[in-house]
Nanobody, 125 residues
Framework: QVQLVESGGGLVQAGGSLRLSCAASGRTSGIYAMGWFRQAPGKEREFVAGINWSGTSTDYADSVKGRFTISRDNAKNTVYLQMNSLEPGDTAKYYC??????????????????WGQGTQVTVSS
């Protein structure tokens, strides 16, 4: 079993930046995609960004394209989410997740599991 721990959240003004990290431990071997998701109060959890195992392919929700960048360092078992030009609408709890099965691709959001505990991001206007 893999354990995921997110960090880097906080309170930031609109237009600011944050960098989230997700550290994996436990059963980290294997080829897995990683993803970031978020859930705002009263809303369903939504996909934000995904990255394949090699880091050569990324995918983003339309709402964050051009502002967020996902990356990973497999040697450190860590995935990152650089968030720039933050907007109040980005306020949510952010979770990282790993694909349920080994894959060289980025699977659909429903095929991610092994959720972390989340880190809160609050953007003030």
């Amino acid at each position: 079993q893999v354990q995921l721990v997110e960090s880097g959240g906080g309170l930031v003004q609109a237009g600011g930046s944050l960098r989230l990290s997700c550290a994996a431990s436990g059963r980290t071997s294997g080829i897995y995609a990683m993803g970031w998701f978020r859930q705002a109060p009263g809303k369903e959890r939504e996909f934000v960004a995904g990255i394949n195992w090699s880091g050569t392919s990324t995918d983003y929700a339309d709402s964050v394209k051009g502002r967020f960048t996902i990356s990973r360092d497999n040697a450190k078992n860590t995935v990152y989410l650089q968030m720039n030009s933050l907007e109040p609408g980005d306020t949510a709890k952010y979770y990282c997740a790993r694909s349920r099965r080994p894959t060289s691709l980025i699977p659909p959001g429903a095929d991610f599991g092994s959720w972390g505990q989340g880190t809160q991001v609050t953007v003030s206007s």
